[in-house]
């Protein structure tokens, strides 16, 4: 699998997304940034951060399934997917939010339990492959959206985003009442009816991302090489109904061991081969967050990595190219850094060091909390106090551009989604602990020959 991976996958759906440039809002929506000076601590900074990005999964998700809406535009324009499209990946990091706003105390826990049953009962409802969730569905009926033209069926990559999430929220609701104890029954069919193995393409000893039962396996997507799809690997060697060989892992994920590399950037090490890298051996900084919103880094290892080595020296390389700023761009600096795949001035890029296009993207840093915390405060701090404008109702705004005087005020629920997670778990573990309690998910890292710290 070449680096292209989810950023350029998206790129396909928003090949045809023309993004005006809003360059002001209006005044009221300045508030949204709180007036934040130097007289807010830390701790006020990030709970505001956190409830903000919460909202967007709580307030602004589409009502019929309570679930993530792909895209929340707030000056109302809707180019390509309508309001009631819903994103299964972005679907699991929301419900993982979810578990922040019980926790903070944005909302209680018996409101959680009753949105995320109202979930349940769509998800059970909805179009499956194999057990295996589309990108998109619509949020109305349940039936497949397209994500492209041959993206007609199964996304195995978005279903163990899904799945991670709802594996962490049936951790913390195992031992509660009875109506919690329904819901844990759910989410334990819906993990076992999960065919990990089908997508193995009759028997390869690799993952295929897609499958389709017009389009077969058309797409064509064998996952292997370091990319963000560490946990479909790890949950589909977990599942105790449906699960993958180690083989499967070793020779497709790892590629016989062609995976690790010995590069340095920035004077970090690399640790894996980021796969057909050309200017920069590095990728999008979504590749640190997505698999690690519940697996914990912490102490993870195997033959290849040092995970936390892994994802922390990747924070510090955006962190340190954006100190060096070698395409001069404005803004760029030790308070205002990150580059991920994000809205762009032109429809959807995967920024990257080697792709940099003089857009940042919040979430870049404010994922990163856990490993780069004084830098991404020093990210977060200047974002509140000093570039309100980029501050809308679920927080940051998804991309800027300081050089081109660009931004737009919209969002997107897998860049929205790791924000409170990641904060949350720089700030307390909670995530991470739930997820890696999980007795499956424990007898799958075994299987595949990890080391892990459980907190």
Known sequence: MKISHLYKVHFVAFLLLLIGCNKGIKNNQKTYAASVDNEWSDEELLNLIQKQTFNYFWEGAEPNSGMARERLHTDDVY???????????????GVMAILVGIERGFITRDEALNRYLKIMDFLEK?????????????GETGKIVPFSKKDTGGDL??????????????????????KEKELTAKIDKLWKAVEWNWYTKNGEDVLYWHWSPTDGWDMDFPVGGYNECLIMYVLAAASPTHPIEPSVYHKGWARKGAIVSKEKFYGEDLVLDYYEHDEAPVGPLFWAHYSYLGLNPKGL????????????????????????????????GDS????????????????????DLGVISPTAALSSFPYTPK??????????????????KYGPYDAFSLEYNWYVPRYLAIDQGPIPVMIE?????????????????QNGLDKLGFKYELI
């Open 375 to 392: 830098e991404s405060m020093q990210m977060l701090r200047n974002l509140y106090k000093n570039h309100d404008s980029l501050i809308g």
């Open 157 to 178: 990559v978005e279903t163990a985003f899904l799945v991670q999430g709802l594996l962490t929220v049936s951790e913390y609701f195992k031992d509660g009442n009875e």
């Open 301 to 332: 290892s195997d033959q290849y990595a040092d995970y936390w080595k892994l994802v922390q020296n990747q924070a510090k390389i955006h962190y340190k190219y954006a100190v060096d700023n070698p395409k001069n761009y404005k803004g760029y």
């Open 336 to 355: 205002l850094w990150g580059l991920t795949s994000s809205y762009s001035i032109k429809g959807y890029k995967g920024h990257r060091p080697g792709n």
């Open 425 to 441: 778990n720089y700030r307390t573990g909670l995530l991470w602990k739930l997820f890696m309690q999980n007795k499956d998910v």
């Open 126 to 138: 909805s179009d499956r492959f194999h057990g295996v969730w589309p990108h998109w569905l619509n």
């Open 79 to 93: 180019p390509t997917s309508p309001k009631n499209t819903v994103t299964i990946g972005g679907s699991g990091f």
